[in-house]
């Protein structure tokens, strides 16, 4: 499966971003991770079935997925400079929901895309 992810860029705080994933084929599920400069990856949002999400941007970022597309969507709103990472999209056929914000429980990657947010 190939992954392709679309739509970073840079912001300035307050505003909105919307990135885009197109997989090869349909997967069971899909996510979003991120890595800033310096720090670990780290879950953002996935959709499997339902939506999931960190705390960290709960209610301020959308995960959705048109399944005839096989693309999964992050609308990203009210972000804040703390949101500045590399973003990556990943999806799989083997996460469950206890491991689901869980990067190692997903078989396939895309490359990153860019989201800066300055203040």
């Known amino acids: 499966v190939q992954l392709q992810a679309s739509g970073g860029g840079s912001v300035q705080a307050g505003g909105s971003l919307r990135l885009s994933c197109v997989a090869s084929?349909?997967?069971?599920?899909m996510g979003w991770f991120r890595q800033a400069p310096g720090k670990d990856r780290e879950f953002v949002a996935a959709?499997?079935?339902?939506?999931y999400y960190a705390e960290s941007v709960k209610g301020r970022f959308t995960i959705s997925r048109d399944n005839a597309k096989n693309t999964v969507y992050l609308q990203m709103n009210s972000l804040k400079p703390e949101d500045t990472a590399v973003y990556y999209c990943?999806?799989?056929?083997?996460?469950?929901?206890?491991?689901?914000?869980?990067?190692?429980?997903?078989?396939?990657w895309g490359q990153g895309t860019q989201v800066t947010v300055s203040s």
């Open positions: 959709h499997r079935w339902n939506e």
């Open positions: 990943a999806a799989g056929n083997r996460m469950i929901v206890s491991t689901i914000r869980d990067g190692t429980a997903y078989s396939y």
């Open positions: 084929e349909r997967t069971t599920g």
